[in-house]
């Protein structure tokens, strides 16, 4: 019976992972000849030259850059939500979430207008006899952006696992000596380390392959990987290419998700996926 | 008795569902797969009441978008407007359908010098739509400088007020025609000349832009762009310190055309849409919305002089002396793309 049940999602499985997974892969490794096509590594040695490289580390730079950020905000909001300083946390939850129902392009699309010259932040810095800000199509657009996008992925999972400490064993840190800042780094941080993990993992992975974000934001100026896949699959038609990079980059987000679930250990149970 | 009941029900349920087919059948449906923002929508919904078939409208952004999801096959659209080369790639791979000119009488106001061109030389497969060149938009209040020669995108004076095209034979054109090559070379040194030109200009460029920069610049967010005449057009409108260019070094001729995909499913019912298109009063109108020049010799006459005397939009043919049409680039076209991802990752 429990195998019958499972059934479907076997079928769902095979068809819209593992068969799209294969054809990525046989992609990768072959290059199209006259007659059909042969096995080559052509496509990942075009990889390692060294103008993809740069777009590789700076995706690696910016994603690791966003994900610190997300931390550095995310883990005092989650604390503030979690404790008793602050009544009305549903408030901020609620905060969190609530852009998270507008669509994701819609809100990159008003960062436009509120970064660009004559956008809203200058026309307010230049009321104020400040000097202006030019921040549209830099960098920092770019990191802002997935900041802003990923910060409630990082926020959410501290706060779940943060929420379910025993207060009595903070209590009782307190009781034999320890003060605040020892109470945090020994007893609070420690027990919420696989939330941030899980928070870590859910702003590293998409922060890593977005294309939307640095396009926008970016003005196409500072190609990522996300880009250069999105490219060779709708401008170029490059599919070996294109699925070499997919293949390489889910090497990383498997290196990655190793890394994490080493930090991990074993209350997995905890975190959110 | 119950067998009977059963067999009723049964007979009734298919007499119904009959009847939903037939009632479907009765209102026969064309796709229509069009460039955003390209079409005065009012005239589909009159089209819908002259002929009674219903329209499904749908969008891209991209020739290249298009291609992949006609050239996939999960979609059977009717009608679609490639741009030229684009439509020679797929009378190349036998992806179009021949076009019915007996039922498209409409044709005949087509003015003559738009018809027999190389994308399609007996216009067997296709029927121009837009046309126009690809120019220079600038700002007068920022720019100074005579804005004649593509070379102003490579000043440092404007380093970050300028926008490119985010399109990759559109950009590549414009270092070729900067150096003076032909922008259907199939010369590696020409185009790697080329490749080396727009990287030197990537510190200078705020963006690459494709629907955006119409945005910007009507916004003052910049002071140059390189964008679609019809686009111009519609930019001057809102903001009248802007002023559009064809450099004297050339440009490139485009041609937006409908055309019939080859698994279409009611190709009859394309023919009468393009021929509706085509129709002068229709034309005319859909020129007044859209902003780009109409092929269309009678739509062209009843537009105001103003604008038919506009250069920018209609320029005559000694303005288009130096000016190419794309051509369709076969296996070079992968060269394209490299240097095009080179630029892009640099």
């Known amino acids: 019976m429990k195998r019958f049940s499972l059934f479907p999602y076997v079928i769902w499985m095979t068809l819209f992972i593992v068969v799209p997974m294969f054809l990525v892969l046989y992609y990768a490794f072959t290059i199209p000849t006259e007659t059909g096509a042969t096995w080559s590594l052509e496509n990942f040695g075009r990889f390692f030259e060294p103008i993809y490289l740069r777009v590789l580390g700076r995706s690696l730079r910016l994603a690791v850059i966003s994900t610190v950020i997300c931390l550095i905000l995310g883990y005092p909001a989650a604390m503030v939500m979690a404790g008793n300083a602050f009544t009305r946390k549903n408030v901020i939850l609620l905060l969190f979430v609530v852009p998270m129902w507008m669509n994701f392009l819609l809100r990159t699309y008003a960062w436009l207008t509120i970064l660009e010259r004559n956008g809203v932040i200058n026309v307010l810095l230049a009321n104020l006899s400040l000097p202006r800000l030019n921040i549209l199509y830099t960098e920092a657009a770019v990191v802002l952006g997935m900041v802003y996008n990923f910060l409630p992925f990082m926020v959410l999972p501290i706060y779940s696992v943060l929420s379910k400490i025993d207060k009595g064993v903070v209590e009782a840190a307190g009781d034999l000596g320890a003060n605040a800042f020892r109470v945090f780094t020994k007893v609070v941080f420690p027990l919420s380390l696989p939330g941030v993990v899980s928070g870590v993992t859910m702003v590293f992975m998409p922060a890593l392959t977005t294309f939307v974000i640095s396009r926008l934001l970016g003005g196409g100026q500072f190609t990522l990987i996300g880009n250069l896949i999105e490219q060779q699959f709708l401008v170029v038609g490059d599919w070996g290419f294109g699925s070499a990079i997919s293949v390489v980059m889910i090497v990383f987000i498997l290196l990655s998700m190793a890394i994490m679930s080493f930090f991990e250990g074993e209350e997995k149970d905890v975190a959110l996926w | 008795m119950i067998q009977h009941r059963k067999t009723i029900l049964v007979l009734a349920v298919l007499v119904l569902v009959s009847f939903g087919l037939t009632a479907c059948r009765e209102r026969p449906t064309i796709y229509v797969y069009n460039w955003g923002d390209y079409i005065d929508e009012d005239l589909i919904a009159e089209f819908e009441e002259e002929t009674k078939l219903r329209v499904v409208y749908d969008t891209y952004a991209t020739n290249e978008d298009m291609y992949v999801k006609i050239k996939s096959g999960g979609s059977t659209y009717d009608v679609i407007f490639p741009s030229d080369y684009m439509l020679t790639r797929m009378i190349e791979e036998d992806m179009l359908a ?249």
């Open chain 2, 98 to 346: 021949k076009l019915d000119l007996v039922s498209i009488p409409n044709s005949l106001h087509i003015e003559e010098r738009f018809l027999g061109l190389e994308y399609d030389p007996e216009n067997e497969y296709s029927l121009p739509y837009t046309w126009g060149t690809v120019g220079i938009l600038y700002n007068t209040t920022m720019v100074d400088d005579v804005v004649d020669s593509w070379d102003i995108l490579w000043d440092p004076k404007y380093s970050k007020e300028l926008l490119m095209l985010d399109s990759q034979r559109d950009s590549i054109a414009v270092a070729l025609l900067k150096l003076g090559y032909s922008i259907n070379t199939l010369d590696q040194d020409e185009l790697a000349e080329a490749g080396e030109l727009l990287k030197e200009q990537k510190p200078l460029v705020l963006a690459y832009v494709v629907d955006e920069g119409q945005d910007k610049m009507i916004a003052g967010e910049a002071a140059l762009a390189v964008v679609w005449s019809g686009e111009a057009t519609n930019a001057r409108m809102e903001n009248p310190d802007l002023a559009f260019a064809i450099p004297k070094e050339g440009t490139n001729v485009w041609f937006d055309v409908m055309a019939v995909p080859k698994y279409a499913n009611n190709k009859e019912g394309a023919m009468r849409f393009i021929n509706f298109m085509n129709d002068p009063e229709v034309a005319l109108r859909n020129a007044e919305y859209t902003g780009y020049a109409t092929p269309n010799k009678a739509a062209r006459d009843m537009l105001p002089k103003e604008i038919t005397e506009d250069r920018t939009i209609y320029p005559n043919e000694e303005d288009l002396v130096d000016a190419e049409i794309f051509v369709n680039l076969g296996q070079t076209l992968s060269l394209y793309d490299r240097i095009w991802t080179e630029v892009k990752a640099h």
